[in-house]
Structure formats: structure tokens, C-alpha cells
């Protein structure tokens, strides 16, 4: 089969993803957002909220690692952000076989740099990862705020679950990690949030364990892609879904050849 069959087989696959319904809904409130519209609303959210990103930040492979990112979501469907512990283990083995088979459709240095983004999101060893991750969990948050509670209401949420998910929010960037707590406190005000147990009046709870990375660090692939020039925009002012590293310097968006293919492209 040529490049390109097997480019298109695979473009053709991925468009799966928007049939793939999470529990948060659209801000209009008239239905569940699928995956393929998270996955695009956290690429823009990596666009505009580019300053809070750490310094030296190659804001383009960002945005590739959050366009992958859920394609294996195809396959595993979506798990509800406060699942059990052996439901979110059942969820790891899923989207790592799914993983396997989506990018394998790939021709093979595509499939071996669309897998190494995969994983490097999963595994939150870069600051590129760590900052991607933080988006991932604002997101749900943002939409929650703005639909009245959303998820948190629906699943009796406590202030003591969400505060458990902002460290990783503050891994990847303080600013937004700080945002995230505000926007909390805000919550369990206007009842969207229940207080933690034992909270005081006015209180929101205390901060619950670092999420940990789900994935085990998988082998060598060889010499990794070379990063891509980065860029850096404007602020903008927010989790839940279906049950079922590195240099200093301003961050910059651009190109990123982390998927290109033919003679000489990186790996």
C-alpha cells in the first residue's frame, strides 16, 4: 500500500473520534461534547493560554500531543475522571492496546512519532506534557463553571476529588493551577461543589494527592524528533468524562515536524 493509502486509511480512522461522547456537556447545555471537540478546544486553549505555559515551552508540540492525544479513545471509549482505581487500570490497558492498532495504521515513522507523543503525554516527563495535562484537566473544569456545575452536580462531586486533580493542574503551570483553586472556592460557594469533609464554613477542602503518570515509560524507539521552533499568545479567562522536560526562553506556536513522512523526516 502507498504513503498516502495508508495516510488517508488513517485520517478516515480518526474521524471515529467525534462519535465518542464524554459526560460534559456543550455550554449551550444541549448535549455531551464528543472527544474529537475536546481534543480541538484544548488545542485552541494551548494557543491562547500560551503565556502561562513554562518558559522554553515548544508550544507546537503541545498542540500535536493534544490532537493525538484521545485518539485512542476510538477504541477505549472514555472513562468518568473519578472512576474507581481498577476501573482507571482497566482504562490503561485499553488505550494502550488501542494505541497499538490506531497508529500502527500509520506508515512507520509516522506511527513511531505519533506513538512517542502518545506516550509522552501519558507519561508527563516533559514540560510540554506537563502543560498539555494541565489543559486536559481546566477544561472539564471551565465547562462545569459554565454550565451551573455540570458533571460535579450530576456525579454529587466533592470540593476533596477536584482539589486532587489541581496539583497536576500547578505541575504544568502555577498560574492556571492558581486559577483552578480559585475557581473552586468559587464553586463550593454557589453549591456546585460539595465542601470537603470537615471543612469549615468557607472553606474548600484540602489539596488531594498528585495524579500519577498511568503509564509505565515504554521502551527505547531511538533518536527522538527534534523539537520545533515554539511561540507564545494572549491569556483568556473552568473536569469529567463518559463512564463506559527542559529549556529557558519565552514559549513562541509554530509548525511541528513531528509527523512528517518521506526522505528524511524525523523519527
Known amino acids: 500500500m502507498e504513503p498516502l493509502d495508508t495516510q488517508v486509511r488513517f485520517l478516515l480512522e480518526s474521524d471515529r473520534l467525534k462519535s465518542v461522547l464524554r459526560q460534559s456537556p456543550l455550554t449551550d ?19 491562547i493560554l500560551a503565556e ?8 507546537a508540540r503541545v498542540h500535536a500531543m ?14 468518568f475522571v473519578y472512576a474507581d482505581p481498577q476501573a482507571q487500570r482497566l482504562q490503561a490497558e485499553r488505550e494502550r492496546a488501542a494505541a497499538d492498532r490506531i497508529f500502527g495504521l500509520l506508515p512507520a515513522t509516522q506511527a513511531d512519532a505519533a506513538r512517542a507523543l502518545w506516550d ?18 481546566l477544561e472539564p473544569m471551565l465547562i462545569n463553571m459554565a454550565t451551573g456545575g455540570g458533571t460535579w452536580i450530576e456525579h454529587s462531586v466533592t470540593a476533596d ?6 496539583s497536576l493542574i500547578e505541575d504544568g503551570s502555577p498560574a492556571l493551577g492558581a486559577y483552578a483553586r480559585e475557581m473552586i472556592a468559587r464553586a463550593v460557594g454557589l453549591g456546585f461543589l460539595h465542601p470537603a469533609a470537615g471543612a ?13 503518570a498511568r503509564y509505565a515509560a515504554p ?10 521552533p515554539g511561540s507564545a499568545s494572549p491569556p483568556a479567562p473552568g473536569s469529567a468524562s463518559p463512564p463506559a ?14 509527523l512528517e513522512d518521506g526522505p528524511g523526516a524525523p523519527a
Open 29 to 47: 447545555r444541549s448535549r455531551r461534547e464528543n472527544s474529537a471537540e475536546h481534543s480541538w478546544h484544548l488545542t485552541l486553549m494551548a494557543l
Open 52 to 59: 502561562h505555559a513554562p518558559p522554553g515551552t515548544d508550544l
Open 66 to 79: 493534544l490532537v493525538v492525544h484521545d485518539l485512542v479513545e476510538i477504541d477505549a471509549g472514555d472513562l
Open 120 to 137: 509522552e503525554f501519558e507519561e508527563r516527563r516533559t514540560p510540554e506534557a506537563r502543560f498539555a495535562r494541565a489543559l486536559d484537566r
Open 161 to 166: 476529588q477536584v482539589l486532587g486533580k489541581v
Open 200 to 212: 469549615s464554613p468557607g472553606q474548600t477542602g484540602r489539596p488531594g494527592p498528585a495524579e500519577p
Open 219 to 228: 521502551p527505547a524507539r531511538g533518536p527522538a524528533s527534534p523539537p520545533a
Open 245 to 258: 522536560p527542559q529549556s529557558p526562553s519565552p514559549a513562541t506556536p509554530g509548525a511541528h515536524p513531528a
